[in-house]
């Protein structure tokens, strides 16, 4: 069947990257895919994709998956992530595609290194090279984005129901349901393409989503707890103390974060969760934004991502008020 034109257009300026990593693929006789560590929806549903479409289409060669697992993710929507022994590495030649992921510290298992071939699919900013091969769109809605549009020039594959939820999960995960800014016509269309082949779009979107009725305690807490800066930045803190008492663990402090994605006034928004590991304490930070370029802030402050989503730290509690002011400051 002749390719999308969106499809096709798209591709284009990576056509020779596409054609490489096509011939690393056809060649490795074992193939490892990584993402990003602490993973969301994309990182875990662009690896788990990929997983899928090279298992179904490459059935002789040996397909791994690692990374760290997601606390509530994991097995609900993805398989626990495999383990492999140092044996692995010592005696295989291995292909390693890495997805949604731009820099060396943030790729969840170091060893990708001792890959024959590195490849790389990504949407983040620009960091460093980590891969022989970059396939990059910072303006890309999702990961998966750019993985599908690559499996559909592969010539001679397809991509199962399986593969399709997967990707269709990290789609609809960057984009907020195709609301963000950076959902674009090739965003839709790549859509388009994975319900072709026959997933459930509105269940897969029910499955992601799916609270229990306890969830609603700790939305019951953000909405009675929650602060706005001066000029319209919404924020919330959950203290150790108060993870406690709701049953969650720091990873899931993000969860309620969107609750002010839609308030008049309010420009961006922010979780702020204590994370208490001896090794690296800190308050975690996941901030949304309606329109506004939020990653420089996020990068003064520890991390990093994308214009309208970004992740960042606080190391003393004490300093909340000067983030939240680097924050307000983009809207004053
Ligand atoms: P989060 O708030 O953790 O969901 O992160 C939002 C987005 O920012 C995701 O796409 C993450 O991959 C990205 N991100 C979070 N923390 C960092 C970091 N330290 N460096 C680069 N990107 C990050």
Redesign the pocket.
């Known amino acids: 069947m002749s390719l999308n034109p969106i499809i096709k257009a798209y591709g284009q300026p990576f056509k020779g990257a596409y054609k490489k990593i096509e011939r690393y693929i056809k060649e490795a006789k074992a193939i490892v895919v990584y993402r ?1 560590i ?1 993973p ?1 929806f ?2 875990l549903g662009t690896q788990m994709g990929l997983v899928t479409f090279l298992k179904d289409n490459f059935p002789d060669k040996e397909i791994r998956f690692v990374g760290d697992d997601h606390v509530s993710f994991t097995p609900r929507l993805f398989p626990v992530s495999e383990r492999l022994p140092a044996s692995f590495y010592e005696s295989k030649k291995f292909l390693a595609i890495i997805v949604d992921v731009g820099d060396d510290s ?1 790729i969840a298992d170091p060893r990708y290194k001792e890959a024959e071939h590195i490849v790389k699919f990504d949407h ?1 900013p620009y960091k460093e090279q980590v891969a022989e091969v970059e396939v990059l769109d910072l303006e890309a809605g999702a990961a998966s984005e750019i993985v599908v549009d690559f499996c559909l020039h592969f010539k001679g594959t397809r991509i199962s129901k399986e593969a399709a939820r997967y990707f269709y999960i990290g789609l609809v995960g ?1 984009t907020g349901c195709f609301r963000y800014p950076s959902t674009s016509m090739h965003t839709l269309t790549v859509a388009g393409e994975l319900m072709a082949s026959g997933i459930d779009h509105a269940k897969i979107i029910r499955e992601m989503f799916q609270k229990k009725l306890d969830d609603l305690r700790s939305q019951a807490y953000v909405l009675n707890h929650f602060y706005v800066s001066e000029h319209g930045v919404a924020y919330y803190t959950l203290p150790s103390s108060v993870q406690k008492e709701l049953d969650i663990t720091p990873e899931r402090g ?1 969860e309620n974060v969107n609750i002010f994605s839609n308030i008049e006034g309010i420009g961006a928004w922010c979780s702020i969760t204590e994370d208490p590991d001896p090794k690296d304490y800190c308050w975690r930070v ?2 949304r934004s309606k329109e506004k370029d939020i990653s420089g802030v ?1 990068q003064k402050w ?5 214009k309208n ?4 730290r606080i190391d003393d509690i004490k300093d909340l008020d000067k983030f939240i002011a680097d924050l307000d400051a983009l809207f004053a």
């Open positions: 990003h602490k969301d994309d990182a943030r983040h960057d993000k996941s901030i996020a520890g991390g990093g991502g994308h989503a970004s992740g960042a």
